[in-house]
């Protein structure tokens, strides 16, 4: 049985990096591939082996479980390098990037760009119509994106406008980009004056955007098409705005509910009454009852935020502090000794209750 070392054939040292693996893999390759070595089954072998090698050690795991248990057989541990599929990936790839790496003008996309919108609060809430200013690259539209001035373009004589060159070696071809025209198959002889040569130009793009009732803080919107314009025809880039919603003196968000501490005087508390709360969309009233206690929260339903996806609202929950006056004059602590005289036991369950309970524990 034969044993093979894919380090050895691959020529890189057992610790080589990716990057030396892919370098090595590249140059050997080329070395190889059938193209150029027509006839050649030697040639054709090696090339096997050497996209074998590369399969397994390019891949992180593989390449482990090779490192630990090594090459055994053909059939053996590495019956999961699937090499008639995986060849045409990498050949493809490999070629593509060997011919291309003269810098071959291709329709590209456009840059994906991002906008920061600040939003106030009610915005967020009520949703808005904002138009944006968005500095962006666009097509140049005096050359289309060509970037030569009119009749200032002339058919590639390298490659007779066709953008690419052809070698024939054997029975096989070989089609290469235009390294004079850059798969153009025109040269510029005079720029565009607009945008220098460029192609494109830098201009503020108006957009105008819908954001939705209820968007919250931190969502990005996408805006196909919307950020920079493909290179030679190629798909526009897209937008991204990200949302940043202004917090709110009085209103804590949290999903599609809103929070508010209402503070109430301790009289009202004890005796009841209507106290003006605010919404977010202006002052109201809730009707307290006597006896009620701080930290005591009230749900106004549908007060909330409007949920973005489906129908409805979410809440709106009042927090109650009771604040226990400060700075009592001559007559108002008077008046507070006596009720404390007049006070019963029942008047306080919560502190009856405490006060039974230390009793219960301390004094057994
Ligand atoms: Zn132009
Ligand atoms: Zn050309």
Known sequence: MESIDYYEILQIERDSSGEEIKRSYKRLAFEFHPDRNPGNPEAEEKFKKINEAYQVLSDSNKRARYDSFGHISAEGIFTDVDFESGFGDIFGNLFEEVFNAGGAEKARRGRDLKYSLDLTFDESIDGCEKELKIPRRETCRDCSGSGAARG??????????????????GLFAIKRVCPTCGGTGKRITKACAKCRGEGH?????????????????GVRLRMRGEGDSGHLNGPGGDLYIEIHVEEHPLFRREEQDLYCTVPIEFVQAALGAEIEIPTHKGKSTIKIPAGTQSGQTFRLKGKGVPRLEGRGQGDLYIQLQVEVPVRLNKKQQLLLEEFARASQVENVPMVKRFVSRVQDIFNK
């Open 152 to 169: 200032g373009e002339v058919i590639c004589t390298s490659c007779g406008g066709r953008g690419e060159l052809r070698y024939s070696q």
């Open 201 to 217: 130009v830098l201009a503020e793009h108006l957009v105008k955007v819908k954001v939705p009732a209820g968007i919250s803080d």
